[in-house]
């Protein structure tokens, strides 16, 4: 069951750095790659920071920041091995 678990945790990965990497070329048009990377303004209170969707991104692609992460996805060939390259931790 744990393998069932892993393989689906796995393939939410693959599909979510697909995603990440079609907006960041914008391929999609510039509404959702400012919904990836605009601001909100305003305050909040003070707290741990928030874990956002592009931490997940950023995490999983080995990158340190998110101009990296853009650059890796605006090369096609480097994304898709990316992409193919992702492993899950769970239960290692």
Known sequence: MAD??????????????????????????????LSLEGKIEGKRVQERPRRNWMDD????????????????AEKRKESRDMVANVRTEIGT
């Open 4 to 33: 069932v678990g892993e393989r689906l945790l796995q393939q939410l990965m693959k599909r979510k750095l697909r995603y990440a990497g079609h907006i960041m070329r914008s391929s999609s048009g510039p509404l959702l790659q």
């Open 57 to 72: 991104v950023k995490e999983w692609s080995g990158s340190k920041s998110y101009g990296d992460t853009k650059r890796k």
